[in-house]
Nanobody, 126 residues
Framework: QVQLVESGGGLVQAGGSLRLSCAHS????????MGWFRQAPGKDREFTAA????????DYGDSVKGRFTISRDGAENTVFLQMNSLKPEDTAVYYC???????????????????WGQGTQVTVSS
């Protein structure tokens, strides 16, 4: 059974930084990509970042490009989201997701992901 557990959320002032982590277990193979999505109150879930199974390909939503960085530690089965220059509009629940990937690629579509974490709250105060 695949499980994803996010951590690292919290309250931060605008301009500050946070680092989210997502530890996953229950998957013995390495052919999977990872992604981060976020959902603010009253809004649809939004693609934030994705990384391919090799880690060599990354993609970012337009609103976070240049401020957020996704990375993965294969040895520790963990994916990270480093968030810098945070803005109040970054306030949301952040979800980690995993997709079984037959190729070294990324996806922005939430429907492409097979497993999801429970989410971690990020609140940015002005």
């Amino acid at each position: 059974q695949v499980q994803l557990v996010e951590s690292g959320g919290g309250l931060v002032q605008a301009g500050g930084s946070l680092r989210l982590s997502c530890a996953h277990s229950g998957l013995s193979a390495s052919n999977y990509g990872m992604g981060w999505f976020r959902q603010a109150p009253g809004k649809d879930r939004e693609f934030t970042a994705a990384i391919s199974r090799s880690g060599s390909i990354t993609d970012y939503g337009d609103s976070v490009k240049g401020r957020f960085t996704i990375s993965r530690d294969g040895a520790e089965n963990t994916v990270f989201l480093q968030m810098n220059s945070l803005k109040p509009e970054d306030t949301a629940v952040y979800y980690c997701a995993l997709r079984i990937a037959p190729s070294d690629s990324v996806s922005r579509a939430s429907i492409a992901y097979d497993y999801w974490g429970q989410g971690t709250q990020v609140t940015v105060s002005s």
